[in-house]
């Protein structure tokens, strides 16, 4: 746990940068869910992935984004730790481009799976968790959920296995904004009691701001302390966090169409040199 | 206090007999033997897959998910992630359940696993129309990258297994239920995209799979009666099928059938009509479920009764010759 928090935080508002102009010259995606997320990946990236991508073919670490509708956020900061360009990271949801509307793991193999049909990602990286308990290899499987996902029954399906089967080296991460695609998650249907309900699965439950980069210090400390328990972290954050007009409002869910006057204003708020920002809109990724 | 009664474990359903399902079982045994990274995954129906033999001669390889489909298929994509080889075992119907997860997270992201499907079409018999699937050769086919295979009886069972063990890709695969009739000797040989010729005729071409090559090599003795020569050819591989026979066969008859427990759209019968409508246009008709659902009853009188029979067979290759 070497980074920190003043470079995360930058690491982070630049990631955030990249992901909304990426976002911007694709004409669609989502930003909410990407921003909400983004200080999670941000905080795994530089304590935990940072030198040793996950998902190497000789075991390790490994991650999965089982909300893959949010891999704007996990390209831009695959973008800020070298694992592809920026010039990459903006070719978002292009022909061709390797950064698919949804992670695809044959196209970008750190990325663990590919994901963008809800719950799925989940299994998969139970899939991971219980292989490595099988061949006897170390590390942590880390899968990262929103929580409109968790309405998906495989979901349950998964987390009853996973239980069942010890598996102590997964971690789950419910980014709990606690907003899905058209309304709150109370609106649609509702959540709550969330942690009784991983708790009564049989899962080591923590609870973490999502947004506070000491408190996510303290808690992955915690989960990634093997027990006989898988871990569940919810992790309370704020859709379209960075960026005021899109906080907490099922607006931004996606997927949008950002006008340039909106990107413009979004990366004002996120602290943007003025010449930084005409390069965003140009689609130039900026250096350095 | 309860009185314990001392009673005999009932008899169950259909375990006896050589079934291509305890072939498939016995075939994992062996394959156990030469490679480590085998694991089978099971939804508690291991002993209606033919997998209770796996898990007994393997148990630390066996792992059980309950009765949770998707969420078994889409754990066998990340265990193939970290290099082991799933075999996903379950009934045909919950394949179908479980096609999405099949898609994305194995055969989207290139996972090699073998899914493996008892129970299919007729062959579940009594459970009736919820259990009998007549759509998951088609669901699977449709599938990019995804290999199909449906093998005919106990001997082509364990070389179609041990073939699947070795493709490098996705395979789903058809097991059975019921005892079949042997139909090979042990020089049969199988290869994933080949079919074989049972036997000679010039006049119509009855292709067939799974359980209904037996019923096709029987309605070619119908069809000799009625001065009709009819010549059998099983296709256990129907993604990729068999062009280059299936080309041979429309040189050398005029009409085909195709055969399968399934439903006549999507399946068999269209691969065998695609290829021939690509190649060499032939007259077929299609014997197999049409736009219905199954009943109750025992396997080969529900074959009778859908007309996928020897007789149904028989009758196909009139009309088809009549055209």
């Not at chain 2, 449906?150 to 996705?170: C, I, K, N």
Request: net charge negative; with cysteine; aromatic share 6%.
């Amino acid at each position: 746990m070497s980074a920190t928090t003043t470079e995360t935080h930058e690491l982070a508002t630049r990631a955030r940068r990249l992901q909304l102009a990426a976002i911007y010259h694709a004409k669609s995606g989502h930003p909410g869910g990407s921003l909400s997320c983004t200080d999670l990946l941000v905080w795994l990236w530089a304590n935990v992935y940072q030198g040793v991508a996950p998902n190497d073919a000789e075991g390790g670490e490994q991650f999965i984004l089982s909300k893959g509708h949010a891999c704007p956020a996990l390209y831009a900061v695959g973008a800020e730790f070298g694992l592809i360009t920026r010039a990459e990271a903006l070719r978002l949801r292009k022909l061709g481009s390797p950064c698919q509307g949804h992670p695809h793991v044959v196209d970008l193999p750190w990325t663990g799976a590919s994901t963008g049909s809800l719950g799925q990602g989940f299994s998969v990286g139970i899939g991971k968790a219980l292989a490595m308990h099988h061949l006897e290899r170390s590390g942590f499987v880390t899968v990262i959920l929103g929580d409109g996902e968790l309405q998906e029954g495989e979901v349950w399906e998964g987390a009853m296995s996973a239980a069942h089967h010890k598996l102590g080296n997964l971690i789950a991460v419910v980014d709990y904004n606690k907003l899905q695609s058209d309304d709150w998650n109370s609106s649609i249907c509702g959540l709550e009691p969330l942690a009784d309900k991983w708790r009564s699965f049989g899962w080591r439950t923590l609870e973490v701001d999502g947004h506070d980069y000491d408190a996510l210090d303290k808690t992955f400390a915690e989960a990634r302390t093997m027990s006989e328990q898988p871990t569940c972290i919810l992790a309370h954050t704020h859709k379209g966090q960075g960026v005021g007009f899109m906080e907490d409002s099922p607006l931004w869910h996606g997927s949008v169409c950002l006008t340039e006057e909106q990107l413009r204003d979004s990366l004002v708020e996120l602290d943007t040199p003025e010449a930084e920002i005409n390069d965003w809109i140009e689609g130039s990724a900026p250096r350095g | 206090m309860v009185e314990t009664i001392e009673t005999e474990a009932p008899a169950l359903i259909g375990k006896s007999g050589d079934s291509m399902r305890e072939a498939f079982g016995h075939a994992l045994v062996e394959l156990a033997g030469e490679r480590e990274d085998l694991v089978v995954l099971d939804a508690d129906i291991a002993g209606g897959t033919g997998v209770h033999n796996f898990r007994d001669a393997v148990p630390e390889r066996f792992f059980q998910f309950g009765i949770a489909e998707q969420n078994m298929m889409a754990v066998a994509g990340g265990m193939a992630s970290m290099g082991l080889m799933p075999v996903v075992t379950t009934f045909a119907v919950f394949c179908l359940r479980a096609v999405e997860q099949a898609r994305l997270s194995i055969a989207y992201s290139r996972r090699k696993v073998l899914i493996a499907a008892s129970h299919p079409g007729l062959d579940v018999g009594p459970d009736g129309g919820s259990a009998q699937c007549f759509e998951d050769l088609a669901a699977y086919r449709a599938i990019p990258g995804m290999t199909v295979l449906s093998p005919a009886d106990p001997v082509e069972m364990r070389l179609a297994t041990r073939a699947a063990a070795r493709h490098d890709g996705p395979v789903y695969m058809r097991t059975g239920r019921s005892p079949v009739r042997r139909l090979f000797d042990d020089s049969h040989s199988f290869e994933i995209g080949r079919g074989t010729q049972l036997t000679s005729g010039s006049d119509i071409t009855l292709v067939a799979c799974g359980v209904e090559v037996g019923r096709a090599l029987d309605a070619a003795e119908l069809l000799k009666q009625d001065g009709i020569s009819a010549r059998v050819v099983n296709m256990p591989s129907i993604e990729p099928v068999d062009h280059y026979l299936l080309a041979t066969c429309a040189q050398e008859t005029p009409a085909f059938v195709t055969a399968e427990d399934h439903s006549v759209r999507g399946g068999l019968g269209s691969a065998v009509a695609e290829s021939l409508a690509a190649n060499l246009p032939r007259p077929v008709e299609f014997v197999g479920m049409s736009d219905s659902f199954g009943t109750s009853g025992e396997p080969d009188e529900l074959a009778e009764h859908f007309a996928i029979d020897a007789r149904g067979i028989a009758a196909a290759a009139k009309r088809a010759l009549s055209r």
